[in-house]
């Protein structure tokens, strides 16, 4: 045993040090509700206050890149001066989302409801910090973040794909979009899709593995998009359980074929 209790010591002494997960997503949480008070449990009551609290939010952003060893070669202040120049398109960006989801859900009441409960914004609001972080060259971090997002909600986007605006996430559960997809604007996505790689060998990494979803796309549940070269054209759509490894030009309907029975049950006498 005291072998192996070697072992785990020369593990821990090698290890590179990151903050929690939880005290990584706690910071993007802290964003949201500063950005978003509508999930804020007390909303800030004066304008020093949203200053100071922004002002914080940098802060904390260097205290994860200072504590990161993976990050001890980034130029940490031009990272967080970066991100926090962004915070006003991160804003815009999720309201789009959000309109696209009061628009597209009969099922949602308001913005607030939005905002508060829904999955889909959860996992979009996480995934476009991620995303900014990934663009800026932030190891470690950004895959945390969008890992934590996972966890909650079942919808697993890589911080490295590019998603426009008004994306639309209905339910999301067992949603994956790939490293390398590209995904337009006004997309409505629904529940186990997945834009994934036909294959995924190690020397693949870097190259184009996932689908393009042009603009006004709506894919249905359970369908699989594989390829990098599978571009879905603009203004389609995808049928649910639909299987595509290659591209579909624009205005297009695909849908899966299925055959269903239905018997009368035999009566008892």
């Not at 964003?31 to 449990?41: D, N, S």
């Not at 800026?136 to 971090?141: H, R």
């Not at 709506?218 to 998009?225: E, F, K, L, R």
Request: net charge negative.
């Amino acid at each position: 045993m005291k072998e192996f209790y070697k072992y785990i010591f020369d593990k821990h002494a090698k290890t590179e040090l990151v903050p929690s997960n939880v005290d990584i997503a706690k910071w993007a949480i802290r964003l949201i509700r500063l950005i978003f008070p509508e999930q804020a449990v007390n909303p800030i009551k004066s304008f020093d206050e949203v200053e100071n609290a922004f002002e914080q939010i940098r802060k904390d952003l260097l205290f994860l890149l200072d504590n990161t060893h993976a990050c001890k070669d980034c130029d940490h202040n031009l990272i967080a001066d970066e991100f926090m120049d962004f915070i006003p398109e991160l804003h815009r960006l999720l309201k789009t989302d959000i309109a696209a989801m009061l628009l597209g859900d009969p099922a949602a009441n308001s913005e607030f409801e939005i905002i508060r409960s829904y999955p889909g914004f959860y996992a979009i609001s996480f995934y476009r910090i991620a995303n900014k972080l990934f663009r800026l060259k932030t190891p470690v971090i950004p895959r945390i973040l969008t890992e934590y997002a996972h966890s909650k909600t079942g919808i697993d986007i890589h911080p490295g794909a590019t998603i426009g605006e008004n994306l639309y996430i209905d339910h999301g559960t067992g949603l994956v979009i790939g490293e390398s997809a590209h995904i337009g604007n006004n997309v409505k996505l629904y529940q186990g899709i997945t834009l994934g790689a036909l294959s995924v060998e190690k020397d693949m990494a870097g190259t184009k593995r996932h689908p393009t979803v042009e603009d006004n796309v709506v894919i249905y549940s359970g369908a699989t998009i594989l390829g990098g070269e599978t571009v879905i054209g603009k203004n389609s759509i995808i049928g649910g359980n639909v299987w595509l490894t290659k591209s579909v030009p624009a205005d297009s309907i695909v849908y899966h074929l299925s055959s269903v029975q239905v018997a009368e049950k035999n009566k008892k006498q």
